[in-house]
Nanobody, 126 residues
Framework: QVQLVESGGGLVQAGGSLRLSCAAS????????MGWFRQTPGRERAFIAA???????FYADSVKGRFAISRENARNTVFLEMNNLEPEDTANYYC????????????????????WGQGTQVTVSS
């Protein structure tokens, strides 16, 4: 069972930056597709970015050019670098793991992922 722990959330002004981290336990991390999602109250979890084990990355249109996902397999960690943050980016951010490779469409579906972290809150003030 993979356990995921996010960190790095906080309060930032619009235009600022944050870097989220997600540390994973277990031996399967190098083979996992790692995803970042976000959720606000009353809304479905929304795809942000994914990094496949083969190096492929995907992004939601809303964050393309502002956010960057990366992974360090030696540290079992995936990162989400968030720049030029907007108040609309305010949400609880989750990382998730799927043991396999997925297409852009599949990687963007939260139902594919089998393991989730507890989330970290990001608040962007205007």
């Amino acid at each position: 069972q993979v356990q995921l722990v996010e960190s790095g959330g906080g309060l930032v002004q619009a235009g600022g930056s944050l870097r989220l981290s997600c540390a994973a336990s277990g031996r399967t991390f190098p083979k996992n597709t790692m995803g970042w999602f976000r959720q606000t109250p009353g809304r479905e979890r929304a795809f942000i970015a994914a990094a496949r084990s083969d190096g492929g990355t995907f992004y939601a249109d809303s964050v393309k050019g502002r956010f960057a996902i990366s992974r360090e397999n030696a540290r079992n960690t995936v990162f989400l670098e968030m720049n030029n943050l907007e108040p609309e980016d305010t949400a609880n951010y989750y990382c998730a793991a799927f043991n396999g490779v997925c297409s852009r469409t599949a990687c963007g579906d939260w139902r594919l992922y089998t393991n989730w972290g507890q989330g970290t809150q990001v608040t962007v003030s205007s």
